[in-house]
């Protein structure tokens, strides 16, 4: 009797452990199995297009920027209102329910237009930013000499939340944003992340559009939503082996749990039989 006890407590140990661990495969970003057995080499194993996307600029984007040339200072009006953004780096908002009160930049009016000193209102709307570094460099050309326009997306923001390393809001200074990168600035997912099912959410033109990705699979490179879009919300959910993780923080903690549970079944089970006897 007590034999059988011990078998079936060892038999629900075993089950219970192997729930609660997540195996490597459900926590390795962008794998392909075949691809990954092939010997490191000088080529490349395999090749992927990229959905490249550019943002246009619309109202209410707040842009940077930065205008030099070989005019002299003393006779470059641009330099007193040239504006630099944040860089390309990533920064996390203290506010993460919105924009800090003062954000430095030019804010795309509703007609898709910036007021700039000396010139009036010029149209950046429905440009890239390549586009609109072009456009302004040729209007500065009848004002400065071999004028070098730079022009910055300032208020490219994404939030994360759920099972990452640092919640919150951030901002980038980058125009091409992926989602790994992303990911990577919130300092990762966690181990009882679901990455196979990581929630985007976006918003075009008045409508809210949800959008699942697979982040363990490496053809996510290839798809739509590798590239974010300015305030995409990207929210990640947890293994189902969560329910019984949080109980066992660790594998001691786990088995300690267990052995105490048999040491007391097994001391009930043999006084209750010597009882009998």
């Known amino acids: 009797?007590?034999?059988?006890?011990?078998?079936?407590?060892?038999?629900?140990?075993?089950?219970?452990?192997?729930?609660?661990?997540?195996?490597?495969?459900?926590?390795?970003?962008?794998?392909?199995?075949?691809?990954?057995?092939v010997a490191a080499s000088d080529e490349a194993v395999k090749s992927m297009k990229l959905q490249t996307?550019?943002?246009?600029?619309?109202?209410?984007?707040?842009?940077?920027?930065?205008?030099?040339?070989?005019?002299?200072?003393?006779?470059?009006?641009?330099?007193k209102q040239s504006i630099s953004g944040n860089g390309g780096g990533f920064m996390m908002m203290n506010n993460?329910?919105?924009?800090?009160?003062?954000f430095p930049g030019y804010t795309i009016a509703p007609d898709g237009s910036i007021e700039l000193m000396a010139v009036g209102p010029v149209k950046l709307g429905g440009l890239s930013i390549t586009e609109a570094q072009a456009s302004l460099k040729k209007i500065m050309v009848d004002y400065l000499k071999d004028?070098?326009?730079?022009?910055?997306?300032?208020?490219?923001?994404?939030?994360?939340?759920?099972?990452?390393?640092?919640?919150?809001?951030?901002?980038?200074?980058?125009?091409?944003?992926?989602?790994m990168q992303a990911i990577a600035a919130a300092n990762g997912l966690t181990e009882i992340a679901d990455y196979s099912r990581v929630k985007i959410i976006r918003h075009e033109n008045g409508v809210a559009k949800v959008f699942y990705?697979?982040?363990?699979?490496?053809?996510?490179?290839?798809?739509?939503?590798?590239?974010?879009?300015?305030?995409?919300?990207?929210?990640?959910?947890?293994?189902?082996?969560?329910?019984?993780?949080?109980?066992?923080?660790?594998?001691?903690?786990?088995?300690?749990i267990i052995t105490g549970a048999a040491a007391v079944v097994t001391t009930f089970l043999l006084l209750n039989e010597r009882l009998r006897d």
């Open 147 to 179: 004028p070098v326009v730079e022009v910055k997306l300032v208020n490219f923001t994404y939030t994360l939340l759920g099972e990452v390393a640092r919640e919150g809001t951030f901002i980038t200074g980058q125009p091409q944003m992926t989602i």
């Open 53 to 79: 996307y550019q943002h246009r600029l619309q109202p209410g984007d707040i842009v940077s920027v930065q205008i030099s040339s070989l005019t002299q200072e003393q006779f470059n009006v641009f330099n």
């Open 213 to 256: 990705v697979n982040v363990l699979e490496d053809n996510i490179i290839s798809s739509d939503n590798y590239f974010l879009r300015p305030q995409d919300v990207i929210v990640v959910a947890p293994l189902k082996a969560r329910n019984v993780r949080q109980y066992f923080s660790s594998t001691n903690s786990f088995f300690s």
């Open 96 to 102: 993460v329910a919105g924009l800090p009160p003062s």
């Open 1 to 37: 009797m007590l034999d059988r006890i011990r078998v079936y407590l060892l038999i629900a140990s075993v089950v219970l452990a192997s729930y609660a661990c997540v195996p490597n495969r459900k926590i390795v970003y962008l794998q392909d199995r075949q691809s990954d057995q």
